[in-house]
């Protein structure tokens, strides 16, 4: 068994009270790890390391090539450790081993890709307004960035804010989940090895009503950026509203995903399925509500049954498995309730419905598929984080896109169709910050992410979210003797009148 430690100041180390968390391993339901259960104190610590490494030394006086060619030398460093990065995440989150390879083999490009920005933040020379003042706009780092991750996708989803961060030249406190701390301890150790000055990364690890709420109202901290649910985005934005901290949220989902009676029915069920049970239904942009036209509702279903009855359950670890184990115990319990809940409000269960026991010792749901859902049950508009897929019927594209709107969340929406008109048009009316046409589950790098409505505020991806850890600021150069009249402000009109 590993016994982990916190990383603060280019240092690890033990947490200030003594104390550890076991990691279960949610397929053989053994501890296989012990976590550092972090204090206010070790938050302390890790902010006042970031806030010095922010304003003094090497990291604060580098170039912003400098910058990029750290996080370069980072991305050829994950690329060369992706496999043990994706077994510390399958150990403590019991995902697929195949997708958490894939994940961190596709990693280093978010440290490629901003690390390729870092220099190219250009500020601006704005055109001469009045003859004596000259006026530029710089982009500034905004200081001790606190990064919040949830534990279905660790490292991806903390990547997505570490890269543009720190390219933009912001340190930074990243927060795991407490059920997956032990992949960005290791990755801390690669950010050492690829020469980051100590104090520009620190990782503190515990419950997230304890050092979460100690990092998100640290005074030091000036931006936040979260992944995770809705209760807990609620509490981090009104916390950092106290002191106008700059935040970002990417939240939950309850997506739609829309199959037209035009749409290549292999390919939809091949979708669908890709929507809600890959990854255990365990990913914000499931696509939880499955919309059917009328016409081929009976059809569609069926197959749909077929192929995800044929999923194998099994060792995450295995390349003989589809679906894993659900991530926890709390998790787990969410689950089966959502499945009596359905079944109280009349939902069909067609498919599963039911937890698998023998497998390991791991808590396996059956992928479960419920028909004759209406949009208002609850079944369909809350986030279940789960393999249970809702089945809507529609008649007309109006009705599907009131329906696929009729939610609090926006993150994602899927339209399955042959057709150019419908493919055109259909992704301008969902209300939705990312939609695919005849594919469901592709992120990028390159591809602006984040939520309408409840599912969050703020993008991550592409070049936008550089800005996002960038203060704008104008700086006015008078460039001739004479100040005008102090008690009147200098607007171009005051100053041709007195002219
Ligand atoms: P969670 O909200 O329970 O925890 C997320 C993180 O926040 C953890 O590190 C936790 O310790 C911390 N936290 C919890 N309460 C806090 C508080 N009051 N102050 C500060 N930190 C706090 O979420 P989870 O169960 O780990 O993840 C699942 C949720 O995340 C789902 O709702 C899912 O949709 C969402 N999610 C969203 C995205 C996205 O990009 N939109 C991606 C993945 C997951």
Redesign the pocket.
């Known amino acids: 068994m590993e016994t982990l430690a916190l990383y603060v100041d280019g240092q690890s180390t033990p947490p200030a009270g003594g104390d550890y968390f076991d990691s279960i391993d949610p397929y053989t339901g053994l501890v296989w790890s012990r976590v550092p259960r972090g204090t206010a104190h070790d938050v302390d610590q890790a902010v006042r390391a970031a806030h010095r490494a922010f304003t003094t030394g090497a990291w604060a006086e580098m170039t912003p090539t400098q910058r990029g060619r750290l996080l370069y030398r980072l991305g050829d460093l994950v690329a060369a450790n992706a496999e043990r990065l994706g077994e510390l995440e399958v150990r403590d989150n019991g995902k697929l081993l195949a997708e958490m390879l894939g994940q961190m083999r596709y990693l280093p490009e978010w440290f490629y890709y901003y690390g390729g920005l870092a220099d190219k933040v250009e500020g601006a020379v704005t055109p001469p307004e009045r003859p004596e003042m000259m006026h530029y706009i710089r982009y500034e780092p905004i200081g001790v960035v606190a990064a919040?991750?949830?534990?279905?996708?660790p490292l991806v989803?903390t990547v997505w804010k570490l890269a543009p961060a720190l390219a933009a030249g912001n340190t930074v406190v990243v927060?795991?989940?407490?059920?997956s701390s032990a992949s960005m301890l290791y990755l801390a150790e690669l950010f050492e090895q690829a020469g980051f000055p100590a104090g520009v990364i620190n990782v503190v690890t515990g419950?997230?009503?304890e050092i979460?709420?100690a990092?998100?109202n640290h005074p030091l901290v000036e931006r936040i950026a979260?992944?995770?649910?809705?209760?807990?985005?609620r509490?981090?934005y009104q916390?950092a509203a106290k002191s106008f901290k700059r935040i970002s949220l990417?939240?939950?989902?309850k997506s739609p995903n829309i199959v037209f009676d035009d749409a290549d029915l292999d390919d939809a069920v091949k979708g669908a399925v890709a929507g809600i049970f890959a990854a255990a239904g365990q990913?914000?942009m499931a696509g939880s509500r499955l919309l059917v036209h009328d016409s081929i509702h009976d059809a569609f279903v069926e197959k749909l049954v077929a192929f995800a009855g044929s999923a194998r359950l099994g060792d995450p670890m295995s390349d003989d498995t589809d679906v894993g184990p659900i991530a926890t115990r709390p998790q787990f319990e969410k689950v089966l309730a959502y499945i009596d809940i359905a079944k109280g409000e009349g939902a069909k269960c067609v498919l599963g419905g039911e937890r698998v026991e023998g497998l390991g010792n791991g808590l396996f749901v059956k992928p479960t598929i419920f028909t004759e859902v209406k949009n208002s049950m609850r079944i369909a508009q809350e986030?279940v984080?789960g393999p249970i897929l809702s089945v809507i019927r529609f008649k007309t594209d109006e009705e599907a896109i009131q329906i696929a709107n009729d939610t609090l969340y926006g993150?994602a929406a899927g339209i399955w169709t042959q057709s150019l008109e419908r493919a055109i048009n259909m992704p301008a009316k969902l209300r939705a910050g990312t939609v695919w046409v005849n594919a469901y589950r592709v992120v990028s790098y390159l591809a602006p992410?984040?939520?309408f409505k409840n599912?969050?505020i703020g993008r991550?991806n592409g070049k936008e979210a550089i800005r996002e850890y960038l203060e704008a600021k104008s700086v006015f150069i008078n460039t001739k003797r004479g100040v005008p009249s102090p008690f009147v402000m200098r607007l171009p009109s005051v100053v041709n009148t007195e002219g």
């Open positions: 919040i991750s949830p534990w279905n996708s989803l927060k795991p989940s407490e059920y419950m997230g009503n979460g709420e990092l998100v979260f992944t995770g649910g809705e209760g807990g985005g509490a981090v916390a990417e939240l939950g989902g990913t914000c986030e984080f993150l992410f984040g939520g599912s969050g991550e």
